[in-house]
T-cell receptor, first 116, second 113 residues
Framework: GAVVSQHPSRVICKSGTSVKIECRSLDFQATTMFWYRQFPKQSLMLMATSNEGSKATYEQGVEKDKFLINHASLTLSTLTVTSAHPEDSSFYIC????????????FGPGTRLTVT | GDSVTQMEGPVTLSEEAFLTINCTYTATGYPSLFWYVQYPGEGLQLLLKATKADDKGSNKGFEATYRKETTSFHLEKGSVQVSDSAVYFCALSDLPGNTPLVFGKGTRLSVIA
């Protein structure tokens, strides 16, 4: 159990367009989901914390108007990169914590975004 | 704030060699500690964890012991395989509740036959 999926796994878009990435917990309810960004050969940087039914909490330096996060249900969070630019190209990874089990996170397989 | 420091790679070993990847942490409370592994092109998978001092996490031949006195959680494996080639991340979670993980920078391991 405790599977997290992401869709799409890879996406290429043109500069100026918007891209939506979905993160789903397949077999458990996730009160909280996290969105991370990973640059090549680097560690994961937390972008935002997404709580079901409330606004996301963004880390310092992350533009909330550019990276829109919606956590509409206990199994789905979405990250929309608006007006994407080549510098937004990265590997985006979500994770989810099980409701009631506080410390363990389950990671999605990641989404590779390339903006041309 | 909380932080995790792990040895920089890349680390290249021959098959069946002994592996140690050092990890130390700084935290205000009593964190839970984790090792995650990332295979090429994939997301992170939990390798092992320890939630209190002196706990030993183990999985797939890997081990790490939570050492509060040295604030360390070093990853070890007695005999590595080519299939162990990946990036390994040490991480901690400090506060109870749904808090994000703090990651080290990752250590790339390459095992050659």
């Amino acid at each position: 159990g405790a599977v997290v999926s992401q869709h799409p796994s890879r996406v290429i878009c043109k500069s100026g367009t918007s891209v939506k990435i979905e993160c789903r917990s397949l077999d458990f309810q996730a009160t909280t989901m996290f969105w991370y960004r990973q640059f090549p050969k680097q560690s994961l940087m937390l972008m935002a914390t997404s709580n079901e039914g409330s606004k996301a909490t963004y880390e310092q330096g992350v533009e909330k108007d550019k990276f829109l996060i919606n956590h509409a249900s206990l199994t789905l969070s979405t990250l929309t990169v608006t007006s994407a630019h080549p510098e937004d190209s990265s590997f985006y990874i979500c994770s989810a914590t099980r409701t009631g089990i506080s410390y363990e996170q389950y990671f999605g397989p990641g989404t590779r975004l390339t903006v041309t | 704030g909380d932080s995790v420091t792990q040895m920089e790679g890349p680390v290249t070993l021959s098959e069946e060699a002994f592996l140690t990847i050092n990890c130390t942490y700084t935290a205000t409370g009593y964190p839970s500690l984790f090792w995650y592994v990332q295979y090429p092109g994939e997301g992170l998978q939990l390798l092992l964890k320890a939630t209190k001092a002196d706990d030993k996490g183990s999985n797939k031949g890997f081990e790490a012991t939570y050492r509060k006195e040295t604030t360390s959680f070093h990853l070890e494996k007695g005999s590595v395989q080519v299939s162990d080639s990946a990036v390994y991340f040490c991480a901690l979670s400090d506060l109870p509740g749904n808090t994000p993980l703090v990651f080290g920078k990752g250590t790339r391991l390459s095992v050659i036959a």
